[in-house]
């Protein structure tokens, strides 16, 4: 039982009781938000840093899959059970994707508009890329947003699924891809 009328905090539990001056509701108020404030601190910079992470990640998987038709991040980095729909739309496993890597010839790559949310383990990170290079069979990469969702594992955060879709011409044209 709590009573902050009363000049002393009591509080009851599992038969025992405990008596506790109080210094003001005031005080104890201030108190509850520090630790709130202090928390409510410590999970930003901790998803500032969780951020920087999932972005570097994605940009090592990429820039190695792509550039240098190097699987190595995407096998070290990725679940067993990773999906992508690449930019023709094909559905591909985890060893699809690797094996894949053949039908590249990319010059450049670069990454914006990137944004990252976090729902308990999972994040998710969409942004623009642009690709200067081709895919056989489809020839050359068009402008694309694409979407990563990761998983926080006992082994750090690993790539579960991506997507890459290429931008409409009219999006390109009004300037929203």
Same mark, same amino acid.
């Given at each position: 039982?709590?009573?902050?009328?009363?000049?002393?905090?009591?509080?009851?539990?599992?038969?025992?009781?405990?008596?506790?001056?109080?210094? @003001?509701?005031?005080?104890?108020?201030?108190?509850?938000?520090?630790?709130?404030?202090?928390?409510?601190?410590?999970?930003?910079?901790?998803?500032?840093?969780?951020?920087?992470?999932?972005?570097?990640?994605?940009?090592?998987?990429?820039?190695? =899959?792509?550039?240098?038709?190097?699987?190595?991040? =995407?096998?070290?980095?990725?679940?067993?059970?990773? =999906?992508?729909?690449?930019?023709?739309?094909?559905?591909?496993?985890?060893?699809?994707?690797?094996?894949?890597?053949? @039908?590249?010839?990319?010059?450049?790559?670069?990454?914006?508009?990137?944004?990252?949310?976090?729902?308990?383990?999972?994040?998710?990170?969409?942004?623009?890329?642009?690709?200067?290079?081709?895919?056989?069979?489809?020839?050359?990469?068009?402008?694309?947003?694409?979407?990563?969702?990761?998983?926080?594992?006992?082994?750090?955060?690993?790539?579960?699924?991506?997507?890459?879709?290429?931008?409409?011409?009219?999006?390109?044209?009004?300037?929203?891809?």
């Amino acid at each position: 039982m709590i009573e902050f009328g009363n000049p002393r905090l009591q509080l009851r539990g599992n038969g025992m009781n405990f008596s506790k001056t109080k210094t @003001s509701t005031f005080g104890l108020a201030v108190s509850m938000a520090a630790t709130a404030s202090s928390c409510l601190a410590s999970n930003q910079s901790d998803n500032l840093a969780d951020t920087e992470k999932i972005k570097q990640l994605n940009r090592e998987q990429q820039q190695e =899959l792509l550039l240098n038709k190097n699987a190595e991040p =995407l096998e070290r980095l990725a679940v067993d059970q990773y =999906l992508v729909i690449a930019p023709g739309g094909r559905v591909e496993t985890k060893a699809q994707a690797v094996v894949g890597v053949g @039908s590249l010839d990319v010059r450049a790559v670069e990454f914006s508009q990137e944004q990252v949310i976090f729902y308990n383990d999972t994040a998710v990170l969409v942004g623009k890329i642009d690709i200067d290079g081709t895919m056989q069979p489809l020839g050359k990469f068009p402008p694309m947003k694409f979407m990563a969702t990761f998983v926080r594992t006992e082994d750090g955060w690993k790539t579960l699924s991506r997507s890459m879709t290429p931008c409409a011409p009219i999006a390109i044209e009004h300037g929203v891809c």
